[in-house]
């Protein structure tokens, strides 16, 4: 929506047959052309958008010991893989990704027991550090020190 009240909403109902309904909300734009804005619109539609989990939740009572114990220790930092199989518009679908986990809510409360909800965001690795890589990792002779 731009700042003087225009706005533009743009659909592919292919996609979301096969991912569902996305939706990206772009508040005080700077553009003011009705034109200007369609075309944003269009830009930003990603007819296959890579779907991916913001955050998960767990109830402890549904988990096995071991389960339990490995969930209990996820922190804020660590990366965990998530994995589903759900119906989809064409067909059963799986999607399993590993993300980093940005947030941690625990919740124990007497009629749902333990629950944990895990915030999370895609993992990005922009350099790896290898010792004794001869780009990478031998300290004093590169880019890290």
């Known amino acids: 929506m731009a700042l003087d009240g225009k706005t533009a909403t743009d ?3 292919a996609s979301i047959a096969l991912y569902f309904t996305q939706t990206t909300s772009i508040t005080n734009s700077l553009l003011h052309v009705q034109g200007q804005i369609d075309d944003a619109a269009a830009y930003l539609l ?3 958008p890579e779907a991916r989990y913001t955050d998960v939740g767990v109830t402890f009572a549904s988990l096995t010991s ?3 114990d490995a969930v209990a220790v996820i922190d804020i930092g660590d990366t965990i893989t998530i994995e589903k199989t759900f119906p989809s ?3 059963t ?3 399993g990704q590993e993300l980093s986990v940005e947030g941690v809510e625990h919740v124990i409360d007497l009629a749902t027991g333990h629950r944990a909800t895990f915030f999370t965001a895609p993992t990005t690795i922009v350099y790896e550090l290898i010792l004794d890589d001869a780009t990478y ?3 004093g002779t590169n880019v890290l020190g």
Do not use: K
């Open 11 to 13: 659909t592919d109902a």
């Open 137 to 139: 990792g031998i300290i």
């Open 46 to 48: 990603d007819g296959e």
């Open 93 to 95: 679908m799986q999607l």
């Open 89 to 91: 518009g064409t067909g």
């Open 66 to 68: 071991g389960q339990r």
